[in-house]
Nanobody, 115 residues
Framework: QVQLVESGGGLVQAGGSLRLSCAASGSIFSMKFMGWYRQAPGKQRELVATITPGGSTIYTDSVKGRFTISSDNAKNTVYLQMNSLKPEDTAVYYC?????????WGQGTQVTVSS
């Protein structure tokens, strides 16, 4: 199965930017979509953004216009560019890849936005 490794989290002030990366260990050629989810303390994990092999994207309303998901198929890597960060964006961010028969999750990377 494909393994995912996230990187790029950290501490940033409100209004700042971060770029998350998610590298897949194996081929993601047959994936249905790949995406980012987040989980804040005391809250359920929620979808942030997804991207299909064809480049179609979906964003949750709260990040539209601020976050951009992209992929580099040659590197089996998906990125999440996060601009104009807000304290409410603070969470552990998880990378996910969805196939027709299974899905894989990364270990998560912490994003903390200070006010």
């Amino acid at each position: 199965q494909v393994q995912l490794v996230e990187s790029g989290g950290g501490l940033v002030q409100a209004g700042g930017s971060l770029r998350l990366s998610c590298a897949a260990s194996g081929s993601i050629f047959s994936m249905k979509f790949m995406g980012w989810y987040r989980q804040a303390p005391g809250k359920q994990r929620e979808l942030v953004a997804t991207i299909t092999p064809g480049g179609s994207t979906i964003y949750t309303d709260s990040v539209k216009g601020r976050f951009t998901i992209s992929s580099d198929n040659a590197k089996n890597t998906v990125y999440l560019q996060m601009n104009s960060l807000k304290p409410e964006d603070t969470a552990v961010y998880y990378c996910n890849v969805y196939f027709s028969t299974y899905q894989s999750w990364g270990q998560g990377t912490q994003v903390t936005v200070s006010s």
